[in-house]
């Protein structure tokens, strides 16, 4: 692979969730999960390192989303509850290779394709 691959999106309806995941290309440092909106600019929502497993999240997403990952399979996961229609939007996971404790800022190297997630009212 040379780049992650995401899978799990879909059309839900308001309140309800969904369970998002990648399989990571290289599995190095972190990963990281992103959504852009439609006229929006792309925006962080959440990342997990591989080793030791620290997690940071957006402000607007902490609560009600909750990044995993699985490392037999090399697999990050986002799950998403409590969807509100301002939710929708293109997510993408992507990796980098920076050992760096700043990973909301830290340049992601390697993306997917996205995945459209679209919550209703």
């Known amino acids: 692979q040379e780049q992650p691959v995401e899978s799990g999106g879909g059309l839900v309806q308001a309140g309800g969730s969904l369970r998002l995941s990648c399989a990571a290309s290289?599995?190095?440092?972190?990963m990281g999960w992103f959504r852009q909106a439609p006229g929006k600019e792309r925006e962080f929502v959440a990342a997990?390192?591989?080793?030791?497993?620290?997690?940071v999240y957006a402000d607007s997403v902490q609560v009600r989303f909750t990044i995993s990952k699985d490392a037999p399979t090399s697999t990050i996961h986002l799950q998403m509850n409590s969807l509100k229609p301002e939710n929708t939007a293109v997510y993408y996971c992507?990796?980098?290779?920076?050992?760096?404790?700043?990973?909301?800022?830290?340049?992601?190297?390697?993306w997917g394709q996205g995945t459209q997630v679209t919550v209703t009212s």
């Open positions: 992507a990796e980098t290779r920076e050992d760096s404790r700043y990973l909301k800022t830290v340049t992601y190297d390697y």
């Open positions: 290289f599995g190095w440092y972190a």
């Open positions: 997990v390192t591989w080793r030791t497993g620290t997690r």
